[in-house]
């Protein structure tokens, strides 16, 4: 059974930075792709960013590319997602989640059924 914790989440201001992580625990060696899906108040739960796991492939929602970064450590169970020139309408609360599937690839890792395993969350809250 893989565990998953979110943690640096906090207030920033627009244009500013922040770097979120999420370590693992389990059978990690096991995911085929993790990802990073978003929530903002009254919304849909969002893709943001995914990565196939062995390969370090990664794969973004439009809104945020050239702006945010997946990577991983495989080693440390650790993926991270560092978020640049932020916006207020990045305000939302981040999730991370493992999928163990054997489907690969954009059309699936953007989709929320993909994920077996989800972290409960941190919360990102961009001032204007």
């Known amino acids: 059974q893989v565990q998953l914790v979110e943690s640096g989440g906090g207030l920033v201001q627009a244009g500013g930075s922040l770097r979120l992580s999420c370590a693992a625990s389990?059978?990690?060696?096991?995911?085929?792709?993790m990802g990073w899906f978003r929530q903002a108040p009254g919304k849909e739960r969002e893709f943001v960013a995914a990565i196939n796991w062995s390969s370090g492939s990664t794969y973004y929602a439009d809104s945020v590319k050239g702006r945010f970064t997946i990577s991983r450590i495989n080693a440390a169970n650790t993926m991270y997602l560092q978020m640049n020139s932020l916006k207020p309408d990045d305000t939302a609360v981040y999730y991370c989640?493992?999928?163990?599937?054997?489907?690969?690839?954009?059309?699936?890792?953007?989709?929320?059924?993909?994920?077996?395993?989800w972290g409960q969350g941190t919360q990102v809250t961009v001032s204007s």
């Open positions: 989640a493992a999928g163990f599937g054997t489907r690969y690839g954009p059309p699936y890792y953007s989709r929320p059924l993909y994920y077996d395993t």
């Open positions: 389990g059978r990690t060696n096991s995911a085929r792709a």
